[in-house]
Antibody, heavy 122, light 107 residues
Framework: QVQLQESGPGLVKPSETLSLTCTVSGYSISSGYYWGWIRQPPGKGLEWIGSIYHSGSTYYNPSLKSRVTISVDTSKNQFSLKLSSVTAADTAVYYC???????????????WGQGTLVTVSS | EIVLTQSPGTLSLSPGERATLSCRASQSVSSSYLAWYQQKPGQAPRLLIYGASSRATGIPDRFSGSGSGTDFTLTISRLEPEDFAVYYCQQYGSSPTFGQGTKVEIK
């Protein structure tokens, strides 16, 4: 059974960098699939942030691309998100998810972590 | 960017009733590249339907998806108590987007 678990600080100051890690169990990241991040502001809808392959190939949401870095550590079966220069608008529940992707097209997100709330506030 | 508009915003129904949820795209969605998710309060979304009409593993057959082009539908044939939740559609792409959601609430 594939399981994903997000971890990281729940409070980040404005202008600083948000950093989260997703630990995958029950499946080796190196075996395939892309691995991604999606966020959901409180009471609002879902926004895809970006996805990464075990080789390091990445795809980012154009609206966030200038501030986002996603990396992978196959030895730990983890992948990570960094979002720089955060503001209150970045306050959200951040989910990691296994991404089905074919020939440059992101299909769907089949397995999700439980999510972690990150609040941007001084 | 393809914008997905879901309707209605809220659907008030009783257990046992049929639910019909709509997802309309601002431009044609290629090859039925559409998925549906269910989200309950405090939980992550769960994949229900992919490819517009294929049920994900373990999803009951009371859930069905249909449509193509710009108009897609999620149907729940007979609502069970555990089906009251928010439902999102999502279009495939190099930058996938989600609809704003439809809440199915108990009448």
């Amino acid at each position: 059974q594939v399981q994903l678990q997000e971890s990281g600080p729940g409070l980040v100051k404005p202008s600083e960098t948000l950093s989260l890690t997703c630990t995958v169990s029950g499946y080796s990241i190196s075996s395939g699939y892309y691995w991604g991040w999606i966020r959901q502001p409180p009471g609002k809808g879902l926004e895809w942030i970006g996805s990464i392959y075990h080789s390091g190939s990445t795809y980012y949401n154009p609206s966030l691309k200038s501030r986002v870095t996603i990396s992978v550590d196959t030895s730990k079966n983890q992948f990570s998100l960094k979002l720089s220069s955060v503001t209150a608008a970045d306050t959200a529940v951040y989910y990691c998810a296994r991404t089905t992707m074919v020939r440059g097209v992101i299909y769907f997100f089949g397995y999700w972590g439980q999510g972690t709330l990150v609040t941007v506030s001084s | 960017e393809i914008v997905l508009t879901q309707s209605p915003g809220t659907l008030s129904l009783s257990p046992g009733e049929r639910a019909t949820l709509s997802c309309r795209a601002s431009q044609s969605v290629s090859s039925s590249y559409l998925a549906w998710y269910q989200q309950k309060p405090g939980q992550a979304p769960r994949l229900l339907i992919y490819g517009a009409s294929s049920r994900a593993t373990g999803i009951p057959d009371r859930f069905s998806g249909s449509g193509s082009g710009t108009d897609f539908t999620l149907t729940i044939s007979r609502l069970e108590p555990e089906d009251f939740a928010v439902y999102y559609c999502q279009q495939y792409g190099s930058s996938p987007t989600f609809g704003q959601g439809t809440k199915v609430e108990i009448k």
